[in-house]
């Protein structure tokens, strides 16, 4: 394995990508696992969130394993859902589905689930699932219809992102914020790091150090 060290985010979320810039982790690829992210019958929010997590990182491996150019890479892959009880909530893409999902947590309280996993350059998967807990406000007629015409929830677990308009309804937040964003950052780090991924190489800027 050469010294630089290659990591591929398995995600197309551009909110994924900020969080892990965020932390001063730049990807060297891009490459979202497109999978059918359908729950099965019965199937419980942290089960589901585990399973897609898993199955995106399985798929990452395989290409891994058949291209030398990122067999010794590093991987991240991760997927969120929102669920009130049982129930999971879409990832609003209709006008409808998002209504829905914001009379649903009007006033409630509801989890946010994040699965994340570590690909290493053996090849082994590390995961994590974290939970996040969220309270809002109950929402009026009028601010349900004002965030629903701005389209800031087209895409997003719940119909909603915490980090835009709808920080504004949450009356309490339990667990990490990052991980409602989409990626929970100290799990994450702290998986790349367990696998012997340099996180902080990033961090140093080249005018101020002396190496």
């Given at each position: 394995m050469s010294d630089k060290q290659m990591l591929i985010l398995g995600s197309g979320s551009p909110r994924r990508l900020a969080l892990l810039q965020q932390a001063g982790i730049e990807p060297?690829?891009?490459?979202?696992?497109?999978?059918?992210e359908t729950p099965q019958r019965g199937e419980v929010?942290?089960?589901?969130?585990?399973?897609?997590?898993?199955?995106?990182?399985?798929?990452?491996?395989?290409?891994?394993?058949?291209?030398?150019?990122?067999?010794?890479a590093y991987a991240v892959t991760a997927d969120t859902v929102v669920a009130v009880g049982r129930r999971?909530?879409?990832?609003?893409?209709?006008?409808?589905?998002?209504?829905?999902?914001?009379?649903?947590?009007?006033?409630?309280?509801?989890?946010?689930?994040?699965?994340?996993?570590?690909?290493?350059?053996?090849?082994?998967?590390?995961?994590?699932?974290?939970?996040?807990?969220?309270?809002?406000?109950?929402?009026?007629r009028e601010e349900v219809a004002d965030y629903l015409a701005s389209g800031e929830w087209r895409g997003k677990a719940g119909g909603y992102a915490i980090q835009g308009l709808a920080g504004s309804f949450v009356v309490k937040l339990t667990g990490s914020y990052t991980n409602v964003v989409?990626?929970?950052?100290?799990?994450t780090v702290s998986?790349?790091?367990?696998?012997?991924?340099?996180?902080?190489?990033?961090?140093?800027?080249?005018?101020t150090s002396d190496v």
């Open positions: 060297d690829r891009l490459h979202p696992a497109d999978i059918d929010p942290r089960t589901l969130v585990n399973r897609l997590a898993r199955t995106k990182a399985e798929m990452i491996r395989l290409w891994m394993d058949r291209d030398a150019a990122v067999s010794d999971v909530l879409p990832k609003a893409e209709m006008l409808d589905e998002a209504e829905t999902c914001l009379e649903l947590l009007s006033g409630r309280s509801h989890r946010v689930y994040t699965s994340v996993c570590v690909v290493n350059p053996k090849h082994d998967i590390r995961q994590k699932l974290v939970e996040t807990r969220v309270r809002f406000k109950r929402l009026g989409g990626l929970p950052l100290f799990e998986l790349l790091s367990g696998e012997g991924y340099r996180v902080r190489a990033g961090w140093i800027d080249p005018l």
